[in-house]
T-cell receptor, first 112, second 112 residues
Framework: KQEVTQIPAALSVPEGENLVLNCSFTDSAIYNLQWFRQDPGKGLTSLLLIQSSQREQTSGRLNASLDKSSGRSTLYIAASQPGDSATYLCAVRPIRDDKIIFGKGTRLHILP | DVKVTQSSRYLVKRTGEKVFLECVQDMDHENMFWYRQDPGLGLRLIYFSYDVKMKEKGDIPEGYSVSREKKERFSLILESASTNQTSMYLC???????????FGSGTRLTVV
């Protein structure tokens, strides 16, 4: 059964630093992987979607990579800002099941 | 820009009431989903629908039902609300099975 893990659960970094959030999954048979952002008490905002045939996707200061063979994805945030503070979740779409599987998220706090 | 709209941000209902949570998408998406999100448990799938009049049970359908009479609208129904249904409810949609998800802003439901 597919499992998605995000470590660490929480992270605090000073403003301006570049940082990497990690997502690992146990079964490499996936269609795609999606990164989301969630602000407290709000819904999920899609950041990046990586199809299984892709290695990475970029949007502004965000870059997401995918290594299916090792079961890992990273979300790179450049020049972090206090407005980046939020919980970041990754979700995979397995090939064998149409239900996406979410990680528990990493709660990111950017220190001004 | 694509949009998934949940009709209420906050709701307070009494135990035993029948509760309707409404979700509307303006993207002509085929698939729609209802999740609940609880601390420590993450997102859990309640029901989903691949097309009008169709519905499928997710991982935790007990105590809930759904209605999809029109393509753009997917309603979650709590037949008799209970305190253990206090949660954040999130609606999502997608074009089709291999595409990414778009989420609404969530409804925080409190059952007293």
């Amino acid at each position: 059964k597919q499992e998605v893990t995000q470590i660490p659960a929480a992270l605090s970094v000073p403003e301006g630093e570049n940082l990497v959030l990690n997502c690992s999954f146990t079964d490499s048979a996936i269609y795609n992987l999606q990164w989301f952002r969630q602000d407290p008490g709000k819904g999920l905002t899609s950041l990046l979607l990586i199809q299984s045939s892709q290695r990475e996707q970029t949007s502004g200061r965000l870059n997401a990579s995918l290594d299916k063979s090792s079961g890992r994805s990273t979300l790179y945030i450049a020049a972090s800002q206090p407005g980046d503070s939020a919980t970041y979740l990754c979700a995979v779409r397995p090939i064998r099941d149409d239900k996406i599987i979410f990680g528990k998220g990493t709660r990111l706090h950017i220190l001004p | 820009d694509v949009k998934v709209t949940q009709s209420s941000r906050y709701l307070v209902k009494r135990t035993g009431e029948k509760v309707f949570l409404e979700c509307v998408q303006d993207m002509d998406h085929e698939n729609m989903f209802w999740y609940r999100q609880d601390p420590g448990l993450g997102l859990r799938l309640i029901y989903f629908s691949y097309d009008v009049k169709m519905k499928e049970k997710g991982d935790i359908p007990e105590g809930y039902s759904v209605s999809r009479e029109k393509k753009e609208r997917f309603s979650l129904i709590l037949e008799s609300a209970s305190t253990n249904q206090t949660s954040m409810y999130l609606c999502a949609s997608r074009v089709g099975q291999h595409y990414g998800y778009t989420f609404g802003s969530g409804t925080r439901l409190t059952v007293v």
